[in-house]
């Protein structure tokens, strides 16, 4: 098993994938990729192939992971705990849209790309340099943040046990 494992997700599998990015883990996805497609980038880049399918479970030369919730929360807690990656964890550190490492900025230089009241109450902004989107940590951070914590505290709990 690679030291950091990173994946690639099936089309049904869309709102994990964005789970799986904002932990800080390698995922790509497309909501259009055929599964020949899926099994060649598996293939090819290393990359464990998560899907709800069965059919990918006897395709030689990959890892796979079948997805057995149809919850995306569930589904990350079945991939976290599956591999006990909770010291894997690096949150808000991708762009959740494209999958690149993102790019701490300072106010002045994302200024003009910013809303007002984003720009008035906001200090600290990361920034894409492939699809060019912003974060910062607003009250959508505070939400995710608690998520992230609720999956460390929840796998350590499962792996004393």
């Known amino acids: 098993m690679p030291e950091t494992l990173r994946f690639c997700a099936d089309v ?3 709102k994990l994938a964005r789970l799986l990015r904002m932990l800080g883990f390698d995922t790509v996805y497309k ?3 055929t599964k020949e497609e899926l099994y060649e980038i598996a293939h090819k880049e290393h990359r464990c192939l998560l899907s709800k399918a069965s059919c990918f479970l006897k395709l030689p030369g990959i890892i796979f992971y079948q997805i057995k919730s149809a919850d995306s929360r569930e589904q990350l807690k079945e991939v976290i705990n599956y591999w006990h990656f909770t010291n894997s964890i690096k949150a808000f550190t991708r762009c959740l849209y494209c ?4 790019k701490r900025k300072v106010k002045d230089e994302v200024a003009d790309l910013l809303l007002p009241e984003t720009k008035k109450h906001f200090s600290e902004f990361w920034k894409c340099p492939c699809c060019n989107k912003i974060y910062w ?11 992230v914590e609720k999956l460390k505290t929840n796998s350590q709990n499962q792996m004393k046990n």
């Open 12 to 14: 049904h599998l869309g």
């Open 31 to 33: 909501n259009n990729f």
């Open 99 to 102: 999958n690149e490492i993102l």
């Open 137 to 147: 940590k607003g009250s959508h951070y505070d939400r995710m943040l608690k998520l």
